[in-house]
């Protein structure tokens, strides 16, 4: 197991293009990790990183192409900059921290992303329309989080989007016998808290109790 932070010579390996210390005792923020600017995969989930995720990540990383960095204890929001990622980003994993905020819209243009993973944070405000240009997306978690409002059409046309987590959130509808009816034309596995949604989701894989683990 490996603790400590991100040692200040980590800096000079601009070279460097994969940069794998998952489920290690880590800790400190990243501060160093945008000055890395060959990366095009990191892998840092469970460890006990802390603080922000520095806008400079997505502007400076330009190749990057999987950015992991669930199960730690990050704070903040989402940067704007995460848009500069949109070339290559394929994977943004962002699950279990401390987020707070919205999504910003400026993850609707990360047009390659296939996997989008915000589940267990504090994130809320409604769920970006913008969210149904991300036409490759495939898995979306966005539950145990605080969103609100009406799930979007858009996202739910999607047409490789195989896996919807939206449960334990305050989403009051968006999943009406119309919405289901382009559902079940496709392989596509939703999670959602049925009970609370304005004409319930006939659709949805699984029906979960809000603030519960029953699901």
Aim: proline share 4%.
């Amino acid at each position: 197991t490996i603790s400590g932070g991100l040692p200040e010579s980590m800096r000079s390996m601009t070279s460097l293009t994969t940069l794998n210390l998952a489920s290690n005792a880590m800790s400190g923020t990243l501060r160093h990790l945008p000055y890395m600017t060959s990366l095009r995969n990191v892998h840092l989930y469970q460890n006990g990183f802390t603080g922000p995720i520095d806008g400079a990540v997505f502007s400076n990383l330009t190749k990057l192409e999987v950015l992991f960095l669930s199960s730690n204890s990050l704070t903040g929001g989402i940067p704007s900059e995460v848009a500069a990622a949109q070339k290559h980003l394929t994977g943004l994993y962002l699950s279990d921290n401390d987020l707070r905020g919205v999504i910003p819209d400026q993850v609707c243009d990360l047009y390659k992303l296939e996997d989008l993973f915000l589940d267990d944070n504090g994130l809320g405000g409604p769920l970006p329309s913008c969210l149904g240009n991300l036409s490759g997306l495939k898995r979306f978690y966005a539950f145990k989080n605080d969103f609100t409002g009406y799930v979007p059409a858009r996202l739910m046309n999607l047409p490789h989007l195989v896996e919807l987590g939206i449960e334990d959130n305050d989403l009051r509808g968006g999943l009406d016998q119309k919405t289901c009816a382009v559902v079940e034309d496709k392989s596509l596995s939703i999670w959602a808290d049925c009970v609370e949604l304005a004409d319930g989701c006939d659709c949805c894989e699984r029906c979960c109790l809000d603030q519960s683990n029953n699901c």
